[in-house]
């Protein structure tokens, strides 16, 4: 199973873009990237998924670089309320019984 | 639709006692999932189902059982409660039809404190 790495915490300012990286370098071929957010006293929420290149939501976007070693979560113009902790996740398509959750990043946004 | 919900939302235990954690979906999903997450810490698997009927262990399954009697419903059971147990319990669920097939919907926890 792919191991993730990303930082422990980061501050920004209201309306600033914010870009969290991630690092998976024993990724699996048939492995996906997939970003959760979690508020306090609540369950993760689903924000974004890809395998490479690049892949935009309404939420955030996902660059994913060819060698697939990393992966960056970009959140345009945060508000105070994308402050929450986001986890990176890397495992098999169609299994996420392979999932594992780190310890996230937390985000903390200032006004 | 509700989505994923959870019974209780909070209990106290004291050491040795059972009790058995509700989760329900309303999505037809196929598969359903037990986490617990410590605090300060991500969420680790505890048990997790891919149908009716069926069950397997995640990462930290010891001193927990579960049971999927209905598609709807995933139960996790703590037959003799331990102080090491307590935790938040986050249940999910998932589909295999879907597009982003990774994508779980949670529940919104269930705070379990054993004394």
């Known amino acids: ?3 993730t790495t990303q930082p422990i915490s980061m501050d920004s300012y209201e309306g600033q873009e914010v870009n969290i990286t991630c690092s998976h370098n024993n990724i699996a071929t048939n492995d996906y990237i997939t970003w959760y957010q979690q508020f306090p006293s609540q369950g993760p929420r689903f924000i974004i998924q890809g395998y490479k290149t690049k892949v935009t939501n309404e939420v955030a976007s996902l660059f994913i670089p060819a060698d697939r070693k990393s992966s960056t979560l970009s959140l345009p113009r945060v508000s ?3 402050t929450a902790v986001y986890y990176c996740l890397v495992g ?3 299994s996420a019984s392979k999932i594992i959750f780190g310890s996230g990043t ?3 946004i200032r006004p | 639709n509700a989505g994923v919900t959870q019974t209780p939302k909070f209990r ?3 050491t040795g006692q059972s009790m058995t954690l509700l989760c329900a979906q309303d999505m037809n999903h196929e598969y359903m999932y037990w986490y617990r997450q410590d605090p300060g810490m991500g969420l680790r698997l505890i048990h ?3 149908g009716e009927g069926t069950t397997a262990k995640g990462e930290v399954p ?3 059982n579960v049971s999927r009697l209905k598609k709807q419903n995933f139960l996790l059971g703590l037959e003799s409660a331990a ?3 307590t935790s938040v319990y986050f249940c999910a669920s998932s589909s295999i039809s879907r597009g982003n097939d990774n994508e779980q919907f949670f529940g919104p926890g269930t705070r379990l404190t054993v004394l």
Do not use: E, M
Request: glycine residues 4%; hydrophobic residues 30%.
């Open chain 2, 48 to 50: 997790y189902s891919v």
């Open chain 1, 92 to 94: 098999p398509y169609s």
């Open chain 2, 62 to 64: 010891d001193g927990y």
């Open chain 2, 83 to 85: 102080p090491s147990q």
């Open chain 1, 106 to 108: 937390r985000l903390s």
């Open chain 1, 80 to 82: 105070l309320s994308d």
């Open chain 1, 1 to 3: 199973l792919a191991k």
């Open chain 2, 12 to 14: 106290v235990l004291k």
